[in-house]
């Protein structure tokens, strides 16, 4: 850092930018430390993917580097009075229909890790938990992974309170909309400039806008004439379903202490399905099996995905066969049992995906002063506790040679056909049709 007395905007208010201001001011309690977001971190709906019901909280990864910030992230969990209430140890339950289950074990072995978890045949999985997944689609499962240290967490809550302790440390929260990059003679990023007019400055413009970013630096290549901002193939933003139903007192009873449901599934069959345990409000979240991008015409000839232009993307107006897919995703878990279920949520959900599943964190090669600390591909809010200490670190230019590589801006990156969770469909090919009375 330099001698001065750096200053931070933070441009997005989901786990990867409030965590990365809460490490900010944590370590340097005398910097000026600004988050900028569209919508107040209070407010009852949000379009950030981490505000939400409840997000998945688990370990259990192939990728033996998630697999361990997964591991440090839930040592906080267990562990810090200001995520403890939060985590809910239920379990997971993920049916594997490739060697997932023993890539996990092996991670764990070699971090040196015990936990409670197992590989568990299917005859022998399915009357477990009372039986609760015993009608669940088994069609190619080869084992059942069990780890009773997974869970969940009470996202949008969880989200709130370590955003308001991280005011309470010093940060400040701005709510606007950001409109473009600002930069000086020399290309350097200088702070934003807000929908509303307003230009706010800092030594250090960290992007954390998820899904927006494409469509932030494509109008701010414009505005400043610098066209190596633009995101290009590095960022695509995608959207997936969730939906909800209410349990009845009797169904609650039965469903109140099982494991996150997970039906995993090859790249060759698409993205994961899950099923998240109820809220204390009584409802049961899946998610389902289609991600689709939202492609338009950002500038003359620029074509990009983005989420509809609406201040809330959109998120509460869901078509008939986005909602199909929730009940896909009921049947292929429950089976009989949920049939008579009424959905009565749904909510459309965009992130930010790279081809390969992983973040960036990185400095923009294209202007000094502008970092990118995104990419949640749905499964960043996990890791919400410690994101933040990889994002100091790469703007200290401490983080590890690995994770500079991994998570660089200019990186090789592969098929995205090898990416199961990588947005197939367009939303244009899933809304509803209008039909035309002809006169």
């Given amino acids: 850092m330099t001698s001065s007395k750096p200053s931070y905007i933070i441009v997005g208010a989901g786990v990867f930018g409030v965590s990365t201001a809460y490490h900010l001011i944590k370590k340097y309690p005398d910097a000026s430390v600004t988050i900028v977001d569209r919508d107040a971190f209070d407010a009852d709906s949000r379009v950030a993917a981490s505000w939400d019901w409840n997000k998945v909280v688990r370990a259990d990864y192939d990728d033996i580097v998630y697999c361990q910030l997964g591991i440090e992230a839930q040592d906080v969990f267990r562990s810090d009075p200001l995520w403890k209430p939060f985590f809910h140890e239920t379990g997971i339950y993920w049916m594997c229909r490739s060697e997932y289950a023993q890539d996990v074990l092996d991670n764990y072995k070699k971090l040196g890790r015990k936990a409670d978890l197992s590989a568990v045949p299917v005859d022998e999985a399915r009357k477990m938990y009372g039986g609760l997944f015993e009608d669940a689609d088994y069609t190619d499962v080869k084992e059942v992974l069990v780890n009773k240290t997974s869970g969940w967490a009470a996202a949008g809550d969880c989200l709130q309170a370590v955003t308001r302790k991280t005011l309470d440390l010093g940060a400040k929260y701005v709510t606007a909309e950001v409109a473009t990059l600002q930069f000086d003679d020399n290309g350097r990023c200088r702070g934003v400039k807000t929908k509303g007019g307003d230009v706010l400055t800092a030594s250090h413009v960290i992007l ?41 007192d009797k169904s609650y009873e039965r469903f109140a202490a099982m494991p996150v449901g997970v039906q995993g599934y090859t790249a060759k069959q698409g993205p994961f399905i899950g099923s998240l345990p109820p809220t204390k409000d009584k409802e049961l979240k899946w998610w389902g099996q289609t991600i689709f991008k939202n492609t338009r015409e950002i500038l003359p000839g620029r074509y990009i995905s983005m989420p509809p232009a609406e201040p809330d993307y959109a998120q509460w107006k869901v078509s008939g066969k986005l909602k199909e897919d929730i009940d896909y995703a009921n049947h292929v878990f429950y089976g009989k049992k949920g049939a008579n279920w009424k959905m009565e949520k749904h909510r459309i959900c965009w992130d930010a995906f790279t081809t390969s599943a992983d973040f960036i964190i990185s400095p923009h090669s294209a202007s000094k002063g502008l970092y990118v600390a995104t990419c949640g591909n749905f499964h960043g809010w996990k890791f919400f506790p410690v994101l933040g200490k990889y994002v100091v670190q790469m703007l200290e230019g401490s983080l590890s040679p690995e994770l500079t590589e991994k998570w660089a801006w200019d990186r090789e990156r592969p098929d995205p056909a090898l990416n199961p969770d990588w947005p197939r469909a367009e939303m244009k090919d899933l809304l509803d049709q209008v039909r035309t009375s002809r006169l």
Avoid at 222 to 232: I, T
């Fill in 208 to 248: 954390s806008t998820g899904a927006y970013t494409p469509k932030l630096l494509e109008l701010s290549a414009k505005s400043s004439n610098m066209n190596d901002l633009r995101a290009g193939p590095r960022i695509v933003a995608g959207g997936i379903t969730t939906g909800m139903t209410k349990l009845d």
